[in-house]
Every structure is written in C-alpha cells, then in structure tokens.
C-alpha cells in the first residue's frame, strides 16, 4: 500500500477491520458501532499476522464510519549534528536533511480535536539542545545530510527538509548542533516526495540570537503549494532564538 492509499480518509464500517503497513510495522483499525479500536505492532515477521484486539485501544467516538490518517512532523525539535561542515564569512550553505514522519489518525475528519493517536514511523533518541541549565528537550537527528535535493533517497515515511544558512559574521561558522524546529514546518507533497518549509537561517555570531525563518520555496517544495499538513505552531514568537549550540572546549593547565 502506496501513501497515497495510506494518507486520507477511509470509510469502515461497523465490525469491519483496515489495516496499513507502515514500513515493518502494522496499524490495524477496528470499527465498532460507536467507537474505533486501534492496533498497533513494530517489527513484524509476518505482515499478515491475525490481529488480537483485546490489547487494542479503544476511543468511543460517535456515529461517523470515516478515519483519516496524515502525515506530520515529530513533537519535538531535531537536533542535527554536523560533521566537519563549515560556511566561511557572508557565504550561504544550502543542504538537505531526512526527516522522519508520524502517522496522525484522527476519526470523522482532520481536526484537532479528532485526534486519536499519533505513531511515530520511528522511534526517535532523546536529546538536549544547550547548556544544561538553560536549553530544551529535542529529538537525536543524526549526522547524515545532503548537497543535491535530486538525489535524496527517502522512504515513504520520510520527508526532505531544506536548510539554507547564511554566515553573516565575521568568521568562519563551523555547524556542531543545529536545532530544526520542526513545530513551524509545513508538509508538502511535491510529486512523489513529501518536502518540508525551508528552514532559512542567518548567522551572526556565537553569542547572538540567530533570525530564522520557515516559509514555502517553488524550488523544493513545488510549483503548486500543494500541503499535506500544516505547522503544529503557526506563531513566530519563537523564531529569534538559539539556533547553534557549539561544544566548548575545557583546557586543564598544571
């Protein structure tokens, strides 16, 4: 089942199951005369595993037969983690990132209050973003990035974030850990690829807040804005903030 068969609304009725595959993971979902019951399982070896639902979840709902499910961004930041790269003074550094997606499942339609459960199509490592007294919880992004949007190979369950930085300082930026503040992306879908706002941000120094800024680019995310999700936090009240955090280095002299 393609996510274009997986996204969207479903209709099931009353004593009848649905299941989607998820990668290597099964969600099955249940209808019952008022109410869903969910299934969820990682790691199958046999995709067609009968499902038992007396472990399942049930959310008494009302009388509607449609569950929608849609894709989204995890719940909190992503932290990447730079290897080697460095953006010389008034120099822009465009690259690319692999970010996985969570599978929202909402009952009658996609609205907030519909919400029935959110999966992430992969567990994500806790991270802390800053000093210890003064930083936030976020996600483990890792290491990998790309220099051509072409040639980014990603799953079904995976989007492609653009990041732009412009190093508007006086000396060369070197990328140790960078905070993606996935909570004001936007999801598009740009033919077959699920593509995020582009993450633009101006370097100005280590110990000034960083302008960031997340908005639709006809260059990556497609000539017809065609959105899949939008933006957990459509506020901008937190976008002047730390978007660097660089390691310091602790010299011990005899």
Request: proline share 5%.
């Amino acid at each position: 089942m393609s996510t274009n068969e997986i996204f969207g609304k479903h209709q099931i009725t009353p004593g009848n199951t649905k299941s989607f595959i998820l990668g290597n993971s099964t969600l099955w979902v249940k209808r019952e005369k008022e109410g869903w019951r969910l299934l969820y399982k990682e790691n199958l070896s046999e995709q067609d595993e009968q499902p038992d639902f007396g472990n399942a979840e049930y959310f008494q709902t009302g009388k509607s037969n449609s569950v929608v499910l849609a894709p989204a961004l995890p719940v909190k930041p992503m932290v990447f983690k730079g290897s080697q790269l460095k953006v010389s003074p008034k120099q822009k550094f465009t690259f690319f990132l692999k970010i996985p997606i969570t599978i929202q499942v909402y009952y009658s339609k996609n609205a907030g209050e519909n919400l029935l459960k959110e999966i992430p199509y992969r567990r994500l490592s806790d991270t802390w973003f800053g000093e210890p007294d003064n930083g936030e919880a976020a996600f483990a992004l890792g290491y990998e990035y790309f220099l051509n949007f072409e040639t980014v190979e990603i799953s079904p369950f995976e989007a492609i974030c653009p990041v732009s930085i412009f190093n508007n300082s006086l000396n060369t930026l070197e990328i140790q850990r960078q905070i993606i503040r996935v909570e004001h992306l936007t999801l598009y879908k740009n033919t077959d690829k699920i593509v995020t706002s582009l993450v633009q941000v101006e370097y100005k120094g280590q110990q000034i807040l960083s302008a960031a800024d997340y908005h639709y680019s006809k260059t990556y995310d497609g000539e017809k804005q065609d959105i899949l999700t939008k933006p957990r936090n459509t506020s901008s009240k937190n976008l002047l903030k730390i978007n660097f955090h660089f390691i310091k280095n602790i010299y011990k002299i005899d």
